[in-house]
């Protein structure tokens, strides 16, 4: 079954009233943080933040299936010295909403940006925020599994007895292991800290995402013909990326130039799509003549 792209050119809060309720398994977007890209999208004021992004959220908590998950890639600025609390504070304004905040991933930035401050250092990762509707949703952890390194060679070569039993930390932290279970494995589960570069290609946007991110996240959490929204689509990397996956896509972006770089950018993928059809059925037909 092939997988369908529907883009949509306006703002987000009104054509998300065009999706049906309860139709998408995975949400995953960056939309324009505070104060911050004021040329494009206009800047919204911190302290109207949480205000303008309430009807969104209520839109997405509504098209989004009972076992969907939402990840919400943001970080707040720093104003007069200190931390913004917006993010905060639009966390538990969601709780109020009716969403779950199931766990936080941290992207680290691996090439962020050099510089120097006199009272802080880089930026070099920022908020990767999960909400769900409900305790139980769909997570395919298996598919996002990495190899287990090194390091078991020598650690699990001779077990104390204490590695071959669920021995509590002497901290009285309450968290506990059996090293054992390590042995035999090639591959284990991932942090909740996902270690990838910025965007360099040519994209013609301010804040592209890395491919590799919304890439792992609709590996963890949506399956092929599952569909997949981004409702700040921007230059359409989430689109794309879920396109090659066999995922169904929605796009919503309200710059134009950004919407119709996208139309181009899939029509094209099409024409080039078809033309390989076209071309390996003509190879086929020749080969079949060849053989009779």
């Not at 792209?5 to 998408?24: A, F, H, Q, T």
């Not at 509504?62 to 943001?74: A, C, E, H, M, S």
């Not at 609390?85 to 940006?113: D, P, S």
């Not at 796009?251 to 024409?271: L, N, P, T, V």
Request: with cysteine; glycine share 6%.
């Amino acid at each position: 079954m092939k997988s369908k792209i529907e883009l949509y050119l306006g703002d987000c809060k009104k054509e998300l009233m065009k999706i049906p309720d309860n139709s998408v398994d995975l949400i995953i977007t960056s939309p324009p943080y505070a104060d911050q890209r004021k040329s494009t999208y206009g800047g919204v004021k911190i302290n109207e933040y949480v205000d303008w992004f309430l009807p969104i959220s209520k839109e997405l908590l509504r098209v989004l299936k009972p076992t969907g998950t939402f990840v919400l890639n943001i970080k707040e600025k720093v104003v007069n010295g200190e931390r913004s609390t917006y993010v905060m504070e639009l966390i538990l304004a969601m709780r109020k909403q009716g969403w779950l905040w199931t766990e936080e991933f941290i992207w680290h930035k691996k090439n962020c940006f050099p510089g120097k401050w006199s009272n802080r250092f880089r930026d070099a990762w920022e908020r990767l925020l999960q909400f769900n509707k409900n305790k139980k949703f769909n997570m395919y952890q298996d598919a996002v599994k990495i190899p287990i390194g090194d390091w078991a060679k020598s650690r699990l070569k001779n077990l104390s007895e204490t590695d071959k039993i669920r021995y509590n930390a002497k901290n009285g932290s309450g968290f506990g292991k059996n090293v054992s279970n390590w042995i035999g494995k090639n591959t284990v589960y991932p942090t909740n800290v996902v270690h990838l570069s910025t965007e360099c290609n040519s994209k013609n946007h301010s804040a592209a995402f890395p491919k590799e991110l919304p890439e792992w996240f609709i590996r963890l959490f949506t399956q092929e013909n599952d569909t997949v929204l981004d409702p700040f689509a921007g230059s359409g990397t989430t689109i794309e990326v879920a396109n090659k996956m066999n995922r169904n896509a929605i796009g919503i972006e309200i710059i134009s130039e950004y919407y119709y770089d996208m139309k181009r950018q899939f029509y094209e993928s099409k024409c080039d799509s078809l033309k390989k059809r076209a071309k390996d059925e003509k190879a086929e037909t020749a080969r079949c003549y060849s053989i009779c």
